[in-house]
């Protein structure tokens, strides 16, 4: 029950955060730096793939490819992180059907 509440009280938190990127998007010229700021100030709670849609069409990827690079390599890591937990799986398994034989 308390995860359920700490999950529910990230999720406020991040739709906050969106709000606020949001905003920022919609009423500022400027506003690629500073949401990309507010991606550093969210402690991870939003990404850029979650304020991508608040940009229109014509804006230009250049301005956001650090981000992108970053977030790309922590999938990367995310990703290389599952697979040795498959492994690992893989492995145990294999010993306990050996094991039950």
């Known amino acids: 029950m308390e995860d359920t509440a700490a ?3 990230k ?3 991040k739709r906050l955060w969106l709000r606020i990127a949001r905003h920022v ?5 400027d506003g690629i730096k500073t949401v990309i700021g507010f991606l550093s100030k969210s402690s991870g709670l939003i ?11 014509f804006t230009k990827i250049d301005e956001f490819k650090e981000e992108i690079f970053n ?7 995310t990703i290389d992180q599952l697979s ?3 492994n ?4 145990s398994s294999e010993r306990l059907r ?4």
Do not use: H, T
């Open 71 to 77: 977030s790309l390599d922590e999938y990367n890591a």
């Open 11 to 13: 999720e406020m938190r």
């Open 98 to 101: 050996r094991d039950q034989r």
């Open 47 to 57: 990404k850029i793939e979650d304020i991508l849609p608040f940009f229109p069409a």
């Open 7 to 9: 999950d529910e009280a």
């Open 25 to 29: 998007v919609e009423s500022s010229d």
């Open 84 to 86: 040795v937990e498959m």
């Open 88 to 91: 690992d799986a893989s492995k």
